[in-house]
């Protein structure tokens, strides 16, 4: 899961692009701390648990610090700069410290006045960030859309990316563009997979089933829409993982790491890492899902089965090795119920677009995960 040159933002130069990226697990407003407790020293932490815990051998590379890391105001040269208190040794030094334990790094910024957060943005900086971030030697770029007009955004967010480009630096770039534009205007995904590694189309994630499900159903009604402009290097993100919180059972938690690596989403973790259950972790580093995640060919799988009480759902996924015109495929098969009782049901392999005349072997991986390979005799 190495990368020479990670996450390059022109298609020519993307195809071998990775897809997993570790987020730390305290995050700003996304995370149920207060931002004051948001600090170095948490950040060293979790790199450092990255490595110990194993989640760097089976891919995890990114730590990216989400929003409130900054200073209330830009220095006298108008320079972003963090909070002095909670990063005395600058981000400079904190990326250096990441990097050094083969690690990457990455930032939140906002294409607008302010940060969801109420600190500095963007806007009318561009220029100047992007070489400060490439400064710094940041990997990875979050740009959030507050306080910012929808109508810019088609404008502001590949400006933004141009001057990142400019640095020389390579730097994923994900943005929130479609995210604030879905339900109010049409989405140019066409444009946003040209100018974005990957980017957020719905609504943040909470810790709860609720909200797994109601991403799962957006993307589902949706799937038609996004997934053609997913591929190698532009990805449609359905926000980040809560394996290990606190809001879903095990089972639960095993449905969501299925179904995002049938959507071939950047595996992003918001979990406090220290506490994460050996059952929990056992899911975030299963190497049959992650394979899956990460399949070369970079296909975006989707819903192809409901059963009419709504509950059971098949969802495929069209992966290497691939003979001919014959895919592989993965299979996830997912119970929406929540009373506990075993539930069974029958779909054929036609039903969910299995056709290969020539029939199919199978492996059943991780509970919910079928992988089903084309039979090559």
Known sequence: WTQAEPFKRTRENIGERKRICALSSLLGEFSPLRA?????RLFRRVADLLVSEGYSNVGYQYIIIDDCWLDTERDSDGALQADPERFPSGIKDLAEYVHSKGLLFGIYEDYGNYTCGGYPGVLGHLEQDANTFAEWGVDYVKLDGCYTELEDMATGYPEFGMYLNRTGRPMVYSCSWPAYQEGEMDVDY???SQTCN???NYGDIQDSWSSVASIMDWFALNQDRIAPYAGPGHWNDPDMLIIGDYGLSYEQSKTQMAVWAILAAPLLLSTDIAAVKKHYKEILQNKDILAVNQDPLGIQGKRVY???SNTTQVWTRAISPKKGDQFSYAVALVSGRTDGIPHPFSV?????????TAGYIFKVSFHALLIRESHNE
Do not use: K, T
């Open 36 to 40: 004051d407790l948001l600090d170095e």
């Open 190 to 192: 066409e444009a946003i």
């Open 198 to 200: 990957l980017w957020r």
């Open 306 to 308: 409901m059963d009419d």
């Open 348 to 356: 054929s392999l036609e039903e969910i677009g299995l056709n290969n």
